[in-house]
């Protein structure tokens, strides 16, 4: 066992965990955080992203301890109180979810996305970068006009691509 | 139409909790003190089990029990049972062994689970799972569906030659007669690629066991928890129906592969009374892929027999159908009554007849996924119009609508009775909205860039609102298909509506509460919908096979009818009038010809005060339950037009246009139905273009993971224009058909169809990988320079 400590949400949380505590592992079953989802086990599906330091990260590639001191949002700390973060409204307002099990994943890498690219990015931007999110519902169609939707109203200045 | 009433485009109700990380699904939950389960899988696709040594497993730290097949069988839990008897052509009924929830005896495929570790934390679960000495005797195995009815090897000692049924449909002797006189006569082998659903949630399973009450309660990812409890406590004898309370929280998407009892639920249930605790289970992907009921898998060979004008005169189809190890629920009425039963399609065809046989082999079980037999039956059905089209010269459009159903209601050869419908309406559109005319233009620019253009459709047809039950019982179905609601008003006037359906995705917390809003003239927001729970909803047959419209939300219509009488009663008496003077309109009740009214609100609290109308002949309260069970199925059906450019250099197929016309009859929200169309179409171009399980020869499962299993992506996609023509249900109160799985039924012949016509080739098989399309374009190249 090893202690970890960071920050969630906003609020300071440690705990006692084994080393080979997964971040998902830990918001989950530690902080019963359970919005972030599990739905693979390579790496591959994005359901389990979550913003550590300001950037997206999948938290099932990452373990607790590598985040000790970090500053760590999960879906569940993304809306001002009662008032949804611009990217979750537009998801709603877009129909882009169905069974919501990919949902906070797509959220969380959607305002990323915007983050790195800056403004309402297109069409051909937002699908090559959610190749790191599957969807089996929804055709990524209304997935698509969410994020620029979404992207458009969080009024991130233009700018290119940061990579 | 009111803002939120049907046909509005109403956001769904259910998101806020979705978009802020507040679902609720199964592997959510948790209960104080529980353990976990992990399963001991056959790493073998056929073997006998001899011993399982525990010894070394029950030495490790937090394991809590170990247990077994012979554990099942000593306190009598039974096998996965085959829901739909199917007889031969010979009379003789189906072969369909159970599946025991741990092996007895032999393992059947890579993933049949052996033995159960349950322990204090998963991580020593599965150190447990993996230090269980298993003793196997490998046997050989047979994969391939071609060659398993030949084979040495004999999965089941009571399925002779690896076959649970050959089975036919339709007049073979008026076939034959009308090839005889053909003029022309197309012929196609195909096929149709198996399928991993892949739900984006893993399943799960969390049961627990009350010693105080002798009750179970058990969590599960299931799409229709009322039959999974059915076929728990009648058929696997886990626990009488009333000590069983089973929850389907939120549901992660389906597909159909939640449909299905599984053993891992089974033996979590039973499992949580033998060690005293909670025990949990939630399936990792790879997991899932070997043990997730799979989907299609069926190889066919059709003839298409026409007269000089190209009017279809007969149809033959010959298809093996694989199983899997053993028959899962519904896997025996896949291929023959969702399949064989639509193979005239959207065509007046005067004469079909069609084989099936079913087989088994060593691999993971295979059952209704998505669309369920009516898109291999699309499958066969337009690729082969397509083709006989082309060998006749005729363009496809034209073909296609020369030999239309025109007139209904129509009798197929094949059983169904198509009610309504107008396939040239959706034709017509689609070829407007894809501008079919300008495709020949399009094609001459694509040529000039070196580029490949091609164009291809789908008019498919589907049976949904499964199932008018006496008429599925006839047929072989273990069950009857009917759906039940209950409304219950609350003193306050809002509503709560039990329903039988189960939502994994389709969003039944909107449509639901659009009906009921509309009919009771109250706001969306006063109706709540209450589902999943058997504790909650008496019963109900769950969410599959575009059911839950055209069925659960007849259901509920039935029990508005009733609330609605009741409350005219109440309110006549409110009103001091006669009851059949009495209007409900907008939520208000009033006397015809006078100013007198009130509101719905009032009349739910007066009912429950009842101090104004006389209990003697009116009971207190406002609560009505319905059954309701359709009249025939629904025949949604519609036009999918995908147009491709292949880059023949490096077999690169790009989906440049799709459109979609479909008559889902009356639909409740647009936006709802859209989003099912283009989610179904993903699916279907999945199975075209990227997806496919594939099998080593001993029985391993290659593709096992999303490393190796190519899920469709936001970048394999494009924008899709998808509109409907509507000719409403005639067989259900609402007029609904049904939406959810049509564009899985469409798309594949849709893609295969427009890349075939851009190579001038049709030897191309699913999954069309850029690897295959190169190399059909290599040899198109050559026969055309030849
Ligand atoms: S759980 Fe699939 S990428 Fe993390
Ligand atoms: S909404 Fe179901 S997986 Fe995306």
Known sequence: MTTVAMTVNGDSVSADVEPRTLLVQFLRENLLLTGTHVGCDTSQCGACVVHVNGKAVKACTMLAVQCEGAEVTTIEGLADGDALHPMQAAFQEHHGLQCGFCTPGMIMSAVDIVNRHGGAPDEATIRKQLDGNICRCTGYHNIVKAVAAGGAAMDVPAREAAE | ?786
């Open chain 2, 1 to 786: 139409m009111s803002e939120t009433g049907i046909g509005a485009r109403v956001r769904r109700k259910e998101d806020r909790r979705f978009v802020t990380g507040a679902g609720n699904y199964t592997d959510d939950v948790n209960i104080a003190g529980q353990a976990h389960a992990v399963f001991r899988r056959s790493e073998h696709a056929h073997a006998a089990v001899k011993s399982v040594d525990a010894s070394a497993a029950l030495a490790l730290p937090g394991v809590l029990g170990v247990f077994t097949g012979d554990d099942l069988a000593a306190d009598e839990v039974g096998a996965l049972p085959a829901g739909w008897m199917i007889h031969s052509k010979d009379g003789s009924p189906m072969n369909a062994p159970g599946h025991p929830c741990l092996v007895q005896g032999k393992a059947r495929y890579v993933g049949d689970p052996v033995a159960v570790v349950i322990a204090e934390t998963q991580a020593q679960a599965r150190a447990g799972a993996e230090a269980l000495e298993v003793d196997y005797e490998e046997l050989d195995a047979v994969i391939d569906l071609t060659e398993t009815q030949s084979s040495s090897v004999l999965l089941h000692d009571d399925a002779p030659k690896n076959t649970c049924y050959e089975w036919e449909l339709g007049d073979k002797a008026a076939t034959e007669a009308a090839f005889a006189k053909a003029h022309h006569v197309t012929r196609l082998s195909l096929t149709n690629n198996r399928l991993v659903p892949n739900a984006m949630e893993p399943r799960a399973a969390l049961a627990d066991y009350d010693a105080g009450t002798g009750s179970y309660t058990l969590y599960t990812t299931s799409q229709n928890p009322h039959v999974a409890r059915l076929v728990m406590s009648a058929f696997l004898n886990v626990a009488p129906e009333h000590k069983l309370r089973v929850i389907a929280p939120d549901v992660g998407g389906g597909f159909g592969s939640k449909i299905y009892v599984y053993p891992e639920e089974v033996v979590c249930t039973w499992a949580s009374k033998k060690v005293g605790r909670a025990v949990k289970w939630t399936a990792d992907r790879t997991e899932s892929f070997i043990t997730d009921a799979h989907g299609r898998d069926h190889a066919t060979d059709a003839q298409l027999a026409m007269d000089e004008r190209g009017r279809i005169l007969g149809f033959r189809v010959r298809t093996t159908a694989n199983l899997g190890a053993y028959p899962s629920l519904f896997a025996t009425c896949v291929p023959t009554y969702l399949y064989a039963t639509l193979l005239s399609g959207q065509y007046d065809i005067p004469a079909i007849y069609a084989e099936v046989d079913a087989v088994y082999t060593n691999t993971v079980p295979v059952d209704a996924y998505r669309g369920a037999g009516r898109p291999e039956a699309t499958f066969v059905v337009e690729r082969i119009v397509e083709v006989a089209a082309r060998e006749m010269g005729i363009d496809p459009a034209t073909f296609r609508k020369r030999n239309f159903v025109k007139k209904f209601p129509h009798q197929t050869p094949v059983i169904m009775t198509y009610d309504a419908g107008d396939y040239a309406a959706s034709l017509n559109r689609a070829c407007d909205l894809i501008d079919y005319k300008g495709f020949n233009r399009r094609r001459r620019d694509s040529a000039r860039n070196g580029k490949l253009r091609g164009i291809g459709f789908s008019n498919y047809i589907e049976a949904c609102g499964i199932a008018p039950s006496a008429a599925v019982g006839s047929l072989g179905a273990g069950v009857g298909l009917w759906e039940s609601a209950e409304v219950r008003v609350n003193p306050t006037g809002n509503v709560e509506v039990l329903t039988g359906s189960h939502s994994h995705g389709q969003g039944h917390e909107t449509t639901f509460a659009q009906l009921v809003a509309e009919r009771l003239g109250i706001g969306i927001d006063q109706v709540e919908i209450v589902h999943g729970d058997t504790d909650k909803v008496q019963f109900g047959m769950g969410t599959y096979g575009s059911r839950s419209g055209a069925v659960g939300m007849s259901a509920i219509a039935k029990a508005l009818d009733k609330v609605e009488a009741k409350a005219k009663k109440i309110a006549a008496h409110l009103l001091e009038a006669a009851e059949g003077d009495i209007e409900f309109k907008d939520g208000t009740f009033s006397v015809t010809g006078t100013d007198k009214s009130i509101s719905f609100p009032e009349v739910s609290l007066s009912a429950y005060v009842a101090h104004k109308f006389p209990t003697s002949e009116i009971e207190p309260g406002l609560k009505e339950g319905a059954f309701y069970d359709p009249s025939n199925f629904t025949f949604p059906a519609g036009c999918h037009i995908c147009e491709v450019e292949i880059d023949p250099a490096t077999g690169v197929t790009d989906i440049v246009n799709w459109v979609a016309v479909d008559d889902f009859g009356v639909v409740v929200n647009p936006m709802i139905v859209e989003g099912q169309v283009h989610g179904g179409i993903a699916q279907g171009v999945g199975q075209a273009l990227l997806e496919n399980a594939v099998y080593d020869s001993s029985g391993q499962l290659l593709t096992a993971s999303y490393m190796d299993y190519c899920m469709p992506r936001a970048d394999d996609l494009p924008d899709f224009t998808v509109d409907t023509t509507v000719t409403p249900c005639p067989s259900n109160p609402l007029g609904i058909k049904g939406c959810g799985e049509a564009g899985a039924i469409a798309a594949p012949a849709a893609v295969i169809n427009a890349i075939t016509d851009a190579l001038g080739h049709e030897e191309i098989a699913m999954p069309a990988t850029p690897q295959a399309v190169w190399r059909a374009a290599q040899v198109a190249a050559r026969e055309a320079a030849e």
